[in-house]
């Protein structure tokens, strides 16, 4: 694994299953109702096929791979991964894409021309680790009613996922980004609005730099838009030489505060990224993204031919998050009249987790200002509808920094904390910073 070499991937659209003559078999037949069972421990495969096969074999391992997994995974789940099964009519689909297959969870059909809300996980967890809070807050669901929701979990990631073959080329940053149009095909999206976290929200970046047509908008999660330098390649690699992988991968995705007072987030995090994910294929994906390379995107007029995102932005990262100084520096080379920041307080590095409600709040604003949901109804406020306008501001980001320096109330709706801060405000700057 060690030994493994970056392919390199240019920025050309690949090719689809359709326009490269690949046989469909399991596209007809792939999905599967239900969640998946999990296994207490995935098996390597017994005959695993040699590295020496030449590299154009690889969706056929890919397919055998999946085939394995299944079988695995046909049992009864132990008690734990059943309380990270998801609610609802959820069906599960293995889609084969130009770099390899992916496993996708979706709920719902393509409404008229809405988007589908697409997320991509951090690297260490799985779309059911990183997302089943969030997604079952009760505001949230008030959300998710009027889209289609797709998961995707990187290869080898998911819930009782089979150990990938000796020898397996994990595919790069760039290629699991290309893998995405296909999905995207696949269900008959229009378009998506992204919610990724560190590594997905990375892979949701380039996606949307390479295919910014296919992009409505993003909501990127303690990215990190910067690669690795050596002196921090090599206290990764040292920190894995030393560690357990769980160990290893908990500083990128909990504050050093959290890891101090061992949380109990923090300890059922430790044991589930143990016990539920595949620890070599975690190995794979962990080596690839501390493999990847700059996000190529600056901001107009900063440098010659810039390129940045096109579609608004909305960055999350949490006060003293791990991610904080990667967040600022994306913040920088975006569009600062599309791109919203905001910092979230008390919320460790996983705000999705420890503030659910909040993002959920500030999500259905973000969603508000691109056009969509006419009101949303606010539990806290009598129960009536609110007006989109009264948070249109939020995602078209043209006013004052907001940056406070206490947390907001939780009883407090954003929409009355933003009136009050940005009264009495004249001309303004474009970028808008929230803390609460």
Known sequence: MAGMKEQQFTEEKPLLPEQRGLDSDMDKGAEVSGGPACPSSPAPLNNPIPPSRPTHRWHVIARHWLRQTRRRTSGVPPESCEQLMPAGDWKEHDVETPYGMLHVVIRGAPKGNKPAILTYHDVGLNHKLCFNTFFNNEDMQEITKHFVVCHVDAPGQQIGASQLPQGYQYPTMDQLAGMLPTVVQHFGFKSIVGIGVGAGAYILAKFALIFPDLVEGLVLLNIDPNGK?????????????????????????????????????????????????????????????????DLEMNRSGTVLNAKTLKCPVML?????????????????????????????????????????????EAFKYFLQGMGYIAYVKDRRLSGGPVPSASMTRLARS??????????????????CTHSDSTEGVGTVTHTMEVSC
């Open 229 to 293: 330098g050596w002196i921090d390649w090599a206290a990764t690699k040292l920190s894995g030489l030393t560690s357990a992988l769980p160990d290893t991968v908990l500083p990128h995705l909990f504050s050093q505060e959290e890891l101090m007072n061992n949380t109990e987030l923090v300890q059922s995090y430790r044991q589930q990224i143990n016990n539920t994910v595949n620890q070599f294929n975690l190995q794979l994906f962990w080596n690839m993204y501390n493999s990847r390379r």
């Open 316 to 360: 999350v990262v949490g006060d003293n998050a791990p991610a904080e100084e990667g967040v600022v520096e994306c913040n920088s080379k975006l569009d600062p009249t599309k791109t919203t920041f905001l910092k979230m307080a008390d919320s460790g590095g996983l705000p999705q987790l420890t503030q659910p409600g909040k993002l959920s």
């Open 398 to 415: 043209r006013t004052a920094s907001l940056t406070s320096a206490s947390s907001i109330d939780g009883s407090r709706s954003r929409a």
